[in-house]
């Protein structure tokens, strides 16, 4: 069974760090590219980036809102990947996913698991 | 504001078919793949279509996609209470990457 599963939010104080870890299972890790993904608290959803397999180079994409701050990694040895957010706002407040993408496109994502929470608060 | 425009909400009676619609821009429909996203309640995201009107394994036949110019949409047929939930499209665009719609809430 493929799972995709986001772990390490919590609350942290604006301009602090925080790693997200993205860990699955079920398939093999570095056949695909991993987007991510956040929800604000009764919002919609937003693409937030994409790394590519190491076939690729591991190379990544970033959405405007995030770019500077968020950094994407992956350890295919231990079939996980890393988001890491610097220097926190209060709008980065969100649940965050990751999820494998499939097709064409990084936002097609087949898997999402159930997301870690961030709240960002002094 | 979302890139991508879909009604805030819709609905249908069980038995019926439901067009969701979304649109976009020749940046993101126009000359790329449109994917489509059920939420349910509490849950997290789960991909209906992919690549257009491409159905990842698992999702049923009743749910079907398709594209055309700068819009696409989403159909579901014989329509179910479990069908009711939150839907968004997204795609990627030249310009922003990627993008999504606002999202439409179907009551059924």
């Known amino acids: 069974e493929v799972q995709v599963v986001a772990s390490g939010g919590g609350l942290v104080q604006p301009g602090r760090s925080l790693r997200l870890s993205c860990t699955a299972s079920g398939f093999i890790f570095g056949d695909y590219g991993l987007s991510w993904f956040r929800q604000a608290p009764g919002k919609g959803l937003e693409w937030i980036g994409f790394i590519r397999s190491e076939a690729y180079g591991a190379t990544t994409e970033y959405a405007a809102s995030v770019r500077g701050r968020f950094i994407m990694s992956r350890d295919d040895s231990k079939s996980i990947a890393y988001l890491q957010i610097n220097s926190l706002k209060n709008e980065d407040t969100a649940t965050y996913y990751c999820?494998?993408?499939?097709?064409?496109?990084?936002?097609?994502?087949?898997?999402w698991g159930q997301g870690t929470l961030v709240a960002v608060s002094s | 504001q979302p890139v991508l425009t879909q009604p805030p909400s819709a609905s249908g009676t069980p038995g019926q078919t439901v067009t969701i619609s979304c649109s976009g821009s020749s940046s993101n429909i126009g000359s790329n793949t449109v994917n489509w996203y059920q939420q349910l309640p509490g849950t997290a995201p789960k991909l209906l279509i992919f690549?257009?009107?491409q159905r990842p394994s698992g999702v049923p036949d009743r749910f079907s996609g398709s594209k055309s110019g700068t819009s696409a949409s989403l159909a579901i047929s014989g329509l179910r209470p479990e069908d009711e939930a939150d839907y968004y499209c997204?795609?990627?665009?030249?310009?922003?990457?990627?993008?999504f719609g606002g999202g439409t809430k179907l009551t059924v």
């Open positions: 997204a795609a990627w665009d030249d310009r922003l990457n990627g993008v």
């Open positions: 690549s257009n009107n």
């Open positions: 999820s494998r993408v499939v097709g064409i496109s990084v936002v097609a994502g087949d898997h």
